[in-house]
């Protein structure tokens, strides 16, 4: 019976965990910073990347291991990108994402502070985690 009652007691925590929303933010865009998107998945396998850094400059890789394109962007558009960064609040709850042919989207924020912030989304998180318009600003770049 003890055993019963630890199984029911063990599911019903890690249900509770599943639907936990945690809210994290950017780390501070301060002094030399970089925004790293890297998009994976979708039907064709796609494996793709884009780097921006705190001047504007940026490089695109439409493939892993293939040349970047390097372009700069606008002060307006840099002004776009920090304003994004800045006021970036990610709703994730602890449940997992099954999608099978989803883009999943790797993105890495470095301060120049050394202080990092590091997402994991996909086609089915991304509508709900605050992070869509920047996924689609650094998803224009790729274009």
């Known amino acids: 019976m003890q055993k019963y009652i630890f199984i029911i007691l063990f599911v019903l925590v890690i249900s509770a965990c599943g639907s936990e929303e945690i809210t994290y933010t950017a780390p501070p865009i301060e002094g030399d910073w970089s925004v790293r998107m890297i998009q994976t998945g979708g039907i064709a396998g796609v494996n793709r990347a884009v780097e921006v850094l705190s001047d504007g400059s940026y ?7 293939a040349e970047g394109i390097k ?32 883009f999943e989207y ?6 120049g502070a050394g202080k990092k912030l590091i ?3 996909d086609d089915l998180t991304l509508p709900d985690s605050g992070a869509e318009e920047l996924v689609s600003f650094l998803s224009s770049l790729m274009q």
């Open 59 to 65: 490089t695109v890789y439409q493939q892993a291991g």
């Open 71 to 102: 372009g700069q962007l606008t002060e307006a558009e840099l002004n776009q990108l920090s304003d994004l960064v800045t006021n970036l609040e990610i709703k994730r709850s602890q449940s997992n994402s099954m999608c099978a042919d989803c």
């Open 106 to 111: 790797n993105i890495e924020i470095q301060s």
């Open 119 to 121: 997402l994991e989304l």
